[in-house]
């Protein structure tokens, strides 16, 4: 493994209740310990740093946290960008991407029997003249015939990259560069991991794609299911793609 693998092990024992927290850090950067392991992390040298300022990135980004980074005798300002996920439970799941299907579709200019099958999987198409569902509103990916699965593994395998990129690090002005793991552990101390998105995108890709035995989808390490709960609107007819942020602690292992 190399630097910016191995330096997520460190323990920091100041909280971390949101983002702002993340944001105070480094911009207390002379004086946070932690701070200056991020950066170090990123890739920079200290003494060579004039300036950081952090900021929150609001709306349907990837991107929480924008670090911005002046290096002294330079007039340049580098800018990293920082998808953040504060977890509780090293075994949790984290929402990724949410949106229609119509709105994935467009995205992966997915053909229109795709499109449809998963119109079936969330429920935004009602299954007809089908008995023994599960659920009667929607169908499971391996309650579909034999074509229909494959047809789903196929699609999705053959694009696997492109749809990996787009849950993680997506493709706007506010892309992630970097993913930033803080998990709360007893006694009020935190562990952290800070991973570059290329890295990041390695290790949920890691994996087949396929159907799980609850009858949803898994890609490489990344889960994709129907969004469901919002008391039965149509909003619980969205797709979404979940993950475990804690995979970055113990990227040798997979699930």
């Known amino acids: 493994m190399n630097k910016k693998e191995l330096r997520g092990s460190e323990t920091a024992k100041s909280g971390f209740k949101n983002e702002k927290d993340v944001i105070n850090k480094f911009?207390?950067?002379?004086?946070?310990?932690?701070?200056?392991?991020?950066?170090?992390?990123?890739?920079?040298?200290?003494?060579?740093?004039e300036y950081v300022k952090a900021v929150k990135i609001t709306g349907s980004y990837k991107t929480d946290v924008q670090i911005?980074?002046?290096?002294?005798?330079?007039?340049?300002?580098?800018?990293?960008?920082?998808?953040v996920k504060l977890?509780?439970?090293?075994?949790?799941f984290n929402q990724v991407?949410?949106?229609e299907v119509e709105k994935y579709s467009e995205l992966w200019k997915m053909p229109?029997?795709?499109?449809?099958?998963?119109?079936?999987?969330?429920?935004?198409i009602p299954p007809m003249n089908v008995?023994?569902?599960?659920?009667?509103?929607?169908?499971?990916?391996?309650?579909?015939?034999?074509?229909?699965?494959?047809?789903?593994?196929s699609f999705f395998d053959?694009?696997?990259?492109?749809?990996?990129?787009?849950?993680?690090?997506?493709?706007?002005?506010?892309?992630?560069?970097?993913?930033?793991?803080?998990?709360?552990?007893?006694?009020?101390?935190y562990k952290w991991a800070l991973k570059d998105i290329n890295t990041v995108m390695n290790i949920f890709g890691q994996g087949d794609v396929r159907i799980t035995k609850d009858g949803s989808l898994?890609?490489?390490?990344?889960?994709?299911?129907?969004?469901?709960?919002?008391?039965?609107?149509?909003?619980?007819?969205?797709?979404?793609?979940?993950?475990n942020p804690c995979l970055l602690f113990r990227d040798d292992k997979y699930a």
């Open 68 to 83: 911005q980074v002046t290096i002294k005798l330079k007039e340049a300002i580098d800018c990293e960008n920082l998808s």
């Open 87 to 92: 977890v509780s439970n090293q075994n949790g």
């Open 131 to 153: 008995y023994g569902l599960k659920y009667q509103r929607r169908m499971l990916l391996n309650e579909m015939s034999d074509k229909d699965q494959n047809k789903i593994l």
């Open 218 to 243: 898994k890609i490489g390490q990344i889960g994709m299911q129907r969004k469901g709960g919002d008391g039965g609107r149509e909003s619980a007819k969205m797709l979404q793609f979940k993950i």
């Open 27 to 49: 911009n207390r950067w002379k004086k946070d310990k932690i701070a200056l392991e991020w950066l170090v992390n990123m890739g920079y040298v200290i003494s060579e740093i």
């Open 158 to 189: 053959k694009n696997k990259i492109l749809i990996i990129s787009d849950v993680l690090k997506g493709r706007d002005k506010f892309s992630a560069d970097w993913m930033l793991v803080i998990l709360k552990k007893r006694k009020g101390s």
């Open 97 to 99: 991407d949410k949106r």
């Open 112 to 124: 229109k029997d795709i499109e449809e099958i998963l119109k079936l999987f969330t429920g935004k």
